[in-house]
């Protein structure tokens, strides 16, 4: 793990937090992200073509639906005319996010808002000094029709590390040591079905995409340019807190020269929780 997407330990730490009043310090998931909109699924993630996907330390103000918070910072860089990823913590500024949601018996939907400064230094010949100011927006949602239930995200802008893992770079390097972002869009939508009135076998279909508009001059063609997933799965409970599941998944990865490939995965999984 590092400071892209998931600020593991070793000893392993996913969260660690203390909460008081209006107030969260500490490391979890981005107030970028939408927790309760991730379907059920065998594949860790579900969606992960479409949807964000982020813990990190922060400081967050809560206030009924209303979420501001503060984060740590980090840009992924693409070299010039493409390369290793650079992961720079230069800068002084922490990712800022900004979240509403409403809720009811119907689900909920949310709006949430991140302004980013991307910034890289580097020293020595043809040294580096850059920054810019980025931002993305993200739509989501969760709607009940009974024991089913629609879950979706839409996203558009700085996507970067925040979605998908960090299939693409929040920025590149120009040719006099600019950088130039990374934008594009992303979303998913998963239907949730509950066979029977036990509740205790259910599927769910997902859907998801993303495609960024990478310039070729400065990215080259090997560039993450569009992935597409779709799967289907079944899983039963046959006590309350073990699942026993099954997934289908076929999914489809594009770089920017047109090269694409394919794969087909078959997943199966045992869950206990407590």
């Known amino acids: 793990g590092d400071q892209r997407i998931s600020n593991t330990y070793a000893p392993v730490v996913r969260h660690a937090y203390v909460t008081w009043r209006e107030w969260l310090v500490g490391q979890t998931w981005s107030n970028f992200m939408d927790v309760a909109t991730l379907p059920e699924a065998v594949d860790f993630i579900g969606p992960t073509d479409g949807t964000t996907f982020v813990r990190q330390p922060q400081v967050r103000w809560t206030s009924g639906g209303l979420s501001v918070s503060a984060e740590n910072r980090e840009t992924t860089i693409t070299p010039y005319r493409g390369g290793a990823r650079i992961s720079s913590d230069d800068g002084w500024v922490p990712d800022l996010t900004a979240r509403y949601a409403w809720k009811g018996s119907w689900g909920h939907v949310a709006v949430a ?46 996507l970067g590390r925040y979605v998908a893992l960090n299939f693409a770079n929040d920025a590149v390097i120009d040719s006099g040591g600019d950088l130039e972002s990374i934008d594009g869009f992303a979303g998913f939508a998963a239907y949730r079905h509950v066979w029977g009135s036990s509740g205790k076998l259910r599927s769910t279909l997902m859907y998801s995409i993303q495609d960024y508009d990478n310039d070729v001059d400065l990215t080259g063609g090997s560039a993450s340019k569009s992935s597409w997933s779709a799967a289907a799965n079944i899983f039963y409970s046959p006590l309350p807190k073990l699942d026993v599941g099954a997934e289908y998944r076929y999914g489809i990865r594009e770089i920017e020269n047109g090269t694409d490939a394919d794969f087909n995965r078959l997943q199966f999984t045992t869950k206990y929780s407590f």
């Open 113 to 158: 808002g991140l302004l980013r400064e991307l910034a890289h230094e580097t020293t020595g010949a043809n040294s580096i000094d850059a920054s810019t100011w980025t931002g993305a927006l993200s739509g989501s949602g969760k709607f009940n029709f009974g024991k089913d239930d629609v879950r979706w995200m839409v996203l558009y802008g700085n």
